[in-house]
């Protein structure tokens, strides 16, 4: 059975830090593209980040280019998301995502596998 278990979320003030963890079992992990989306209320579900199968590739919606960072262990079948600086508009039900692909997806429907998601909330 695939699953993915995200944590780490949580309250913090604005110009704080924190680092999601998505654990994935069931599945190759090393063979996965991995992706973080996040929803706030009353708004549609978008990417964050994503990074390839190999970690030699990611990509970054613009609003956290420079203040977040994805990486990836796969001894630890294991993705990271490291947001420093976080914002109030940074609020949001994060979620992780896997698709065993080469490519790195950036939209949802291309995503096969989702977590439960954690809590993000940024304080002003």
């Known amino acids: 059975q695939v699953q993915l278990v995200e944590s780490g979320g949580g309250l913090v003030q604005a110009g704080g830090s924190l680092r999601l963890s998505c654990v994935a079992s069931?599945?190759?992990?090393?063979?996965?593209?991995m992706a973080w989306f996040r929803q706030a209320p009353g708004k549609e579900r978008k990417i964050v980040a994503a990074?390839?199968?190999?970690?030699?590739?990611?990509r970054y919606e613009d609003s956290v280019k420079g203040r977040f960072t994805i990486s990836r262990d796969d001894a630890k079948n294991t993705v990271y998301l490291q947001m420093d600086g976080l914002k109030p508009e940074d609020t949001a039900i994060y979620y992780c995502?896997?698709?065993?692909?080469?490519?790195?997806?950036?939209?949802?429907?291309?995503?096969?596998?989702w977590g439960q998601g954690t809590q993000v909330t940024v304080s002003s």
């Open positions: 995502a896997s698709k065993r692909t080469a490519d790195v997806p950036t939209t949802p429907t291309e995503y096969a596998t």
């Open positions: 069931g599945m190759t992990f090393s063979a996965h593209a």
């Open positions: 990074i390839n199968w190999s970690g030699s590739f990611t």
